[in-house]
């Protein structure tokens, strides 16, 4: 599939719409910031520095991982390259981890793992789940960290986005 593909697939499953909701349930610094800066935005508003300072949408609600993770997929498509942080945490963003990666344990209301991936696989379409899967085939197929990637994708794809 090539990235243009993708990149609509992306941007016809999920909606341009203002996002109102809840954005993140945690009072620290990073979380209220979050906050101030998506409130009232629609998930194309977003800005890149913001994309590239957060890296992925982990600390967001599920309501909120909805609304803003398009905005964090395209930009991963960018720069598919090792170096890149937004695709290596957005990709961990979308897959079970038992460790710290997703470096949302000092958040409150976060926890690990399966059971808070499948609270915002169940918030998504099936358009909204074909694109994720489109996406971390992708991404395991043409970034630099594909290899690395492979067994986390393999585990996303088998329990959470199906
Ligand atoms: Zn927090």
Known sequence: M???QLRNQIRLAFPVTQFDGPITSCDCEECTGIREELRHKRWDEVPVTFLDLTCSPTLLTPEAFNAFLPAYLLR????LS????VVEFTVYSLCPNDSQENGQGAHAGSEDGVNRLL???RLMSLAQIQAIRAFLMFVQENAGDGEWFRPF??????????
Request: zero cysteines; a positive charge; hydrophobic letters at 50%.
């Open 153 to 162: 994708v393999a585990r996303a794809l088998e329990n959470v986005w199906r």
């Open 2 to 4: 090539a990235a243009q």
């Open 82 to 85: 090792r170096h890149s942080v």
């Open 76 to 79: 991963a498509l960018d720069d």
């Open 119 to 121: 609270q915002r696989a």
